[in-house]
């Protein structure tokens, strides 16, 4: 990448060497961060493919290309991701949003509008893209958001302040430090993947905080602590909604089930994948 080369021929150079470093989509990270760098949208790169950038712009860009080939995700690298159609600033103290939890909000919204669900706790909020969408596009009056991680929260706070969504943030370890508050949803896309699953993961989730992904008990830990204590924390006729492990999506229901919840229903993602699941309190069974 040197003095005088034109947009093409520095998205070219950049695409052949994210390639052959094994990057999975190579021309369309190599447009992000080039329109990144240059301020734009990425539509408009074939408008300018003649244009010079200039020598500050070319050693930027040469950088995140570098900083890519080393296979570190792009939104780490722009700082930044879009969601449910809002933007999200991201660090590594928080998990990256995949499309796949925009199906979570979605869920939570159609349960929200049809049962006429007011309140709702998303536990291990990390960024807050659920909370944050959830404020946004539901008719919510109470949205709390927690997590273990002060980091995180800064995160989620930033993002709420940025998309004007109006959350109360608490640091706390699932329920730890939620009080006597009750609510009508309990969401959350909890950490799930276990050590032997880690293990075999892209180099790319090596960037992403382990605490956000992996959990004891073969990754059933937190599903197994959200359902053993939701019934002190939710109103009569309330819901939970997780995001599955779509490996261990059979026994994740079976927790359910065995914890006496009723109307237990998984929702596949676009792939065909168990993705989510939805279930209702007996509420015989509320403390």
């Known amino acids: 990448m040197l003095k005088g080369e034109n947009v093409y021929t520095l998205l070219k150079k950049a695409e052949e060497i994210l390639k052959l470093k094994g990057i999975s989509e190579p021309k369309s990270d190599a447009e992000v961060l080039l329109s990144f760098v240059l301020q734009i949208k990425r539509s408009k790169l074939p408008i300018i493919r003649e244009q010079k950038p200039t020598v500050k712009h070319i050693s930027q860009y040469k950088k995140y290309i570098f900083r890519r080939s080393k296979r570190e995700p792009v939104a780490y690298i722009t700082g930044s991701v879009g969601f449910m159609d809002f933007e999200f600033k991201i660090s590594k103290n ?149 995001e599955l492990n779509a490996n261990k999506s059979d026994e994740i229901k079976q927790i359910f089930l065995d914890n006496l919840y009723i109307d237990v229903e998984i929702i596949n993602d676009y792939a065909g994948l168990p993705r989510i699941l939805k279930a209702k309190i007996d509420n015989q069974y509320l403390n």
């Open 94 to 242: 928080v998990l990256i949003p995949r499309s796949e939890t925009e199906l979570l909000i979605e869920a939570a919204l159609m349960l929200a509008a049809k049962e006429h669900k007011k309140s709702v706790l998303d536990l291990c909020t990390g960024s807050g893209c659920i909370a944050v969408s959830l404020a946004k596009l539901g008719n919510f009056k109470n949205v709390t958001a927690s997590d273990i991680s002060k980091g995180a929260l800064d995160i989620a706070k930033l993002n709420a302040r940025t998309n004007a969504a109006n959350i109360n943030f608490i640091e706390s370890n699932i329920f730890n430090d939620i009080g006597d508050k009750k609510f009508d949803i309990v969401i959350s896309n909890p950490p799930y993947i276990s050590e032997t699953e880690y293990n075999s993961l892209e180099p790319e989730i090596g960037y992403e905080p382990k605490i956000a992904l992996t959990a004891k008990d073969d990754g059933l830990f937190f599903y197994k602590e959200i359902v053993s204590k939701s019934s002190h924390y939710l109103n009569n006729d309330g819901f939970i909604i997780v």
